[in-house]
């Protein structure tokens, strides 16, 4: 079996009940954005897993069409950081969080000119910002340590497909991004000056949906959830050759996506179970308290709002 039991069990079971007289399920609609951590569902499309499934994968531009895409009903289950499934709560009370994609280990970045050495450097300067994204979190974290306020600073709203252009054409000093659109920048020269390696906040990914979705769509959540991990161990045992699938679009050699995933924690199965099971708790309420002190949310989230618990043994 390729994930953990916990979350599958609870689908199965849910399907049991509803299979009897229920109509066939509609089409799972899975929205995502171009990165790494969720390029394993592509993979897994590739290599033909999601065929004969209910299964549409729908990438789009940013994370803030996908959170618009969602909040409007068109798509089922979305790829989305942490932060912003707890900034969902807060107008769509039916949450869950059923697969953690990744954890960064540098794949969020501040990228800068080269005429800027430091974080004190930034005073006054222009910096592209995805508000909807962790970027908000990163940048709240980014003046602290650099002794510096928001009024010290000018905030360039801006989706991740737009900084590589606002980076280039010298509209913005520094860009909070991320790969594939960060590597690319310090391809030409552009500094990564901090990372996510070197912020004391977690920066997770993780597979979101409504109740709705486990009560009408759980043998299509089921088969993305078993075609991810199918995908998860081919890339382990086929590093090479995913890599190669993969790269193309990302828009980067293989080589360059090997490094991307340098800086990407992929938990296992049994590390993904563990972590829902006994650590998501615990992270979601440290990261919704500190985004409550960020002015982020306006109070803190109920983790079991979010996490499924009801198990079948």
Not at 7 to 23: H, Q, R
Not at 36 to 49: C, T
């Amino acid at each position: 079996m390729y994930t953990g039991k916990r979350i599958l069990y609870l689908l199965v079971f849910v399907a049991s009940l509803l299979a009897c007289n229920s109509p066939p399920e509609k089409p799972l609609r899975v929205g995502t954005i171009p990165w790494a951590g969720f390029e394993l569902l592509y993979l897994a499309r590739d290599l033909r897993y999601y065929d004969n499934t209910q299964i549409q994968l729908k990438e789009l531009a940013s994370s803030t069409e996908t959170l618009y895409a969602f909040r409007q009903g068109q798509l089922d289950a979305i790829a989305i950081t942490l932060d912003e499934a707890l900034r969902l709560t807060e107008t769509q009370s039916d949450l869950k969080v059923i697969l953690i994609f990744n954890i960064s280990n540098g794949a969020d970045k501040l990228i800068v000119h080269p005429d800027i050495n430091s974080l004190q450097d930034l005073r006054n300067k222009r910096i592209a910002i995805e508000k909807s994204g962790v970027g908000t979190l990163m940048l709240m974290e980014i003046l602290q340590l650099a002794g510096l306020e928001k009024s010290d600073i000018t905030l360039v709203p801006a989706t991740i497909n737009q900084h590589f252009f606002m980076m280039e054409n010298q509209q913005v000093d520094a860009a909070i991004t991320f790969d594939p659109v960060a590597h690319q920048l310090e391809q030409l020269g552009y500094i990564n000056l901090i990372d996510s390696k070197q912020i004391p906040v977690t920066i997770i990914d993780v597979l979101v949906t409504r109740d709705k979705a486990l009560e009408q769509q759980p043998y299509a959540l089921q088969q993305l959830i078993e075609g991810y991990w199918k995908a998860r161990h081919y890339m382990s045992e086929n590093y090479l050759d995913a890599l190669a699938r993969m790269a193309p679009r990302l828009g980067v050699s293989a080589d360059e996506l090997d490094q991307l995933y340098q800086d990407l924690i992929l938990p296992t199965d049994k590390v993904n179970e563990k972590m829902l099971v006994q650590e998501m708790e615990s992270n979601i309420d440290t990261l919704s308290q500190l985004m409550v002190e960020f002015g982020l949310l306006e109070k803190v989230v109920d983790s079991r709002q979010l996490l499924v618990h009801e198990t079948v043994d």
